[in-house]
């Protein structure tokens, strides 16, 4: 069967029946389209529409060591669904000055999602991207989010990159499509770091 995590969340497949495995070893995708920006006004009447990704997962949640989600910051029903099954959040923020903005944003809605659906729910991990060492703006946001975050912040940072930019238009991981640029080996060091992160934690 073909799908995507458009029929997952309207519950018209399981994530079984549409995983996709890919040429990286012990990573499955479950593919979005542009049919999921659709679900969000199918979610507003459905049933227990909050803990959709939720049940889906939980059929194969112990298949997995790890399951990341990507998801963007805005507080979507797409957006609480992730929160709600999720135990942590690692957000990725560019050094620029408007996403610091956007961060804040993001942090109160964690928070709401915590007071109201997923008590466990953390942001444990920062990850600081888009990081020009040449500009002090750059420095200025990294600095920022380390004052307010602290030891959240992890301390490898991802430069801007010509190859960090290609790799997604072929359909590619930055690991596969060059895997010894600067912006793959930073992103190596940065999945050891948050593993490490991971590994002592209580």
Request: glycine share 6%; aromatic share 6%; with cysteine.
């Amino acid at each position: 069967m073909t799908g995507s995590a458009y029929e997952v969340v309207l519950q018209r497949a399981t994530v079984a029946e549409v995983l996709c495995t890919t040429e990286v070893p012990n990573l499955e995708v479950l593919p979005s389209s542009l049919s999921l920006a659709g679900a969000e006004i199918e979610l507003v009447t459905a049933f227990s529409r909050e803990h959709r990704l939720e049940k889906a997962l939980a059929e194969v949640a112990d298949d997995y060591d790890l399951i990341l989600i990507d998801c963007p910051p805005a507080l979507g029903l797409l957006t609480v669904n992730a929160l709600v099954v999720a135990e942590e959040v690692l957000v990725p923020i560019q050094c620029e000055y408007y996403a610091l903005e956007g961060l804040g944003q993001l942090v109160g809605n964690v928070d709401l999602v915590k007071a109201n659906l997923n008590p466990g729910l953390e942001i444990s991990t920062i990850a600081l991207v888009m990081y020009d060492a040449r500009t002090k703006l750059s420095e200025q946001v990294a600095e920022e989010v380390r004052s307010y975050f602290g030891d959240r912040v992890c301390r490898q940072v991802i430069p801007r990159s010509v190859r960090l930019s290609e790799a997604p238009s072929f359909g590619q991981p930055i690991t596969v499509y060059d895997p010894t640029c600067r912006g793959a080996v930073a992103y190596r060091e940065l999945a050891r770091e948050v593993l490490e992160r991971g590994a002592s934690a209580p």
